[in-house]
């Protein structure tokens, strides 16, 4: 790839996608610029504003044109944290490229580590969290439930408690870049894809300032995403309802038959016909509703929109926003 100058330090790209933060980005950029002298070499810290309506953006932009190793990409509005680390993984030039918060929840100095790991011949270094400051139980107990349910759910390798906080090579994000879903849960993806992966732990820290962008309905849907994108289960689950209550009630048609035949006991019980019925009827529309949710997802893959739009990118005019398009099937 590189015949041309062989000898070229390799270059690393910190994505970083920020929604309100202005809270944090000083001390964010404070502890960037005393991470970068420490790797040394070729850096690109990409931040990428996810459609932020404080100042972030003008702080951002401030700083990329005071520092070039910054450098500020504004998506045209908020389209969520997935999607906002997916356009920073594409838009970076680095041969390793590490994804990580705003707040500092992840701690910068970990990222040494990664790129360790890295450099002994790992693909794919993910960040897990041994331990996680400052957030409330029900965050940690419903995030250690979702990470576990979800290995049982799905055949991919999904390692627990590992977030967005990771490391990729180019190889693995070219594999990446080659994967358009629509519904985008990140960490599954680089899970599914193999290669050599390996874990760093760390304790995650607690948010260096500002309140959590991650509403209850936020998770909620972003569980929904790790589920339904990667199982079938939901579907094979309204299969297997469906035979069990429908043997139920067979079963319980031959007992008022045998009950008829011998003449005993048949009350005319409107009760039990009423429960009966609405049990069945829900768990119709349960049933339907699943089928509805994969079929929805069908329809927004079918579109193909672009995953983001960028308004503004005061990187080198690269590649531009010609490859959210093209990205069909490069790798084999
Ligand atoms: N974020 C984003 N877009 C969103 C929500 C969040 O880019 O719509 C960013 C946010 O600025 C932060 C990271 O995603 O850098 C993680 O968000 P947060 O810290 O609020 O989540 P939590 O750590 O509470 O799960
Ligand atoms: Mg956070």
Redesign the pocket.
């Known amino acids: 790839m590189n015949q041309m100058t062989p000898l070229r330090r390799p270059k690393i790209s910190l994505v ?6 202005e809270a944090v980005l000083p001390a964010l950029f404070i502890r960037l610029d005393a991470l970068m002298s420490v790797i040394g070499g070729d850096v690109e810290i990409l931040m ?1 504003d ?1 459609g932020s309506r404080d100042a972030s953006g003008e702080m951002l932009a401030a700083r990329a044109q005071v520092d070039p190793r910054y450098r500020y990409v504004a998506l045209s509005r ?1 389209f ?2 997935q999607a ?1 680390i997916t356009a920073g993984m594409e838009l970076a030039g680095g041969d390793a490229v590490i994804v990580m ?3 500092l ?1 992840d701690p910068p100095e970990v990222v040494l580590e990664l790129i360790q790991r890295w450099r002994d011949g790992y693909d794919i270094v993910h960040a897990r969290r041994r331990s996680r400051a400052g957030e409330t139980r029900f965050k940690k107990w419903t995030a250690s439930l979702f990470y576990r349910g979800l290995r049982a759910l799905t055949n991919v390798d999904i390692p627990a408690d590992v977030g967005d906080f990771r490391l990729i090579d180019r190889r693995a994000l070219e594999t990446f870049r080659a994967m358009p879903e629509q519904d985008r849960f990140v960490r599954g993806m680089f899970g599914w894809m193999g290669y050599r992966q390996t874990v760093v732990d760390f304790d995650r820290d607690e ?1 260096a300032a500002g309140v ?3 509403s209850l309905g ?1 998770m909620v849907r972003l569980a929904f995403d790790g589920v339904v994108g990667f199982s079938d289960v939901p579907l094979r689950l309204a299969l297997w309802t469906g035979a069990i209550v429908s043997l139920g009630s067979l079963l319980y048609g031959a007992w008022v038959v045998a009950m008829a035949i011998l003449g005993v006991g048949l009350v005319s019980g409107w009760a039990s016909l009423a429960v009966l019925i609405s049990f069945l009827s829900g768990i119709n529309l349960l049933m339907t509703g699943i089928v509805g949710v994969y079929v929805g997802r069908t329809h927004r893959e079918v579109k193909q929109r672009p995953l983001y739009i960028v308004a503004r990118d005061t990187g080198e005019a690269r590649q531009a926003p010609a490859h959210i398009f093209a990205r069909t099937a490069e790798v084999a």
Request: hydrophobic letters at 30%; proline letters at 5%; aromatic letters at 10%.
């Open positions: 970083i996608p920020v929604f309100n933060e990428v996810d908020n969520g944290h906002a918060d705003a707040d929840q948010r959590t962008k991650y936020r």
